[in-house]
Nanobody
Framework: QVQLVESGGGLVQAGGSLRLSCAAS????????MGWFRQAPGKEREFVAN????????HYADSVKGRFTISRDNAKNTVLLQMNSLKPEDTAVYYC????????????????WGQGTQVTVSS
């Protein structure tokens, strides 16, 4: 069992930055891949970024590539999402998730989810 708690969301102007953090409980955190997803009002939850168990491999949605960076610290049971050059279309609730995934972009691959943190980007 893994519990995930996101933090770091807030209101920022376009072009600004935020860093989201996801704290995990459970001894098996380091064996899981981690992902960030987001869901805007009226839209389906979509993939943002993924990192494998060791941190050696990352994947990003095309919409955030070059602006967002995912990282993890297994010693601290934490995964981060650094978000730069934010745009109004990045506004959403951001969720972290973990699981032993094959298709990293699919929500169904992840077994555990956090409660989400709101990110709002004003124009």
């Amino acid at each position: 069992q893994v519990q995930l708690v996101e933090s770091g969301g807030g209101l920022v102007q376009a072009g600004g930055s935020l860093r989201l953090s996801c704290a995990a409980s459970g001894r098996t955190f380091s064996s899981y891949a981690m992902g960030w997803f987001r869901q805007a009002p009226g839209k389906e939850r979509e993939f943002v970024a993924n990192i494998n168990w060791s941190g050696s491999s990352t994947h990003y949605a095309d919409s955030v590539k070059g602006r967002f960076t995912i990282s993890r610290d297994n010693a601290k049971n934490t995964v981060l999402l650094q978000m730069n050059s934010l745009k109004p279309e990045d506004t959403a609730v951001y969720y972290c998730a973990c699981g032993r995934v094959t298709y990293y972009f699919r929500t169904g691959e992840y077994d555990y989810w956090g409660q989400g943190t709101q990110v709002t980007v004003s124009s």
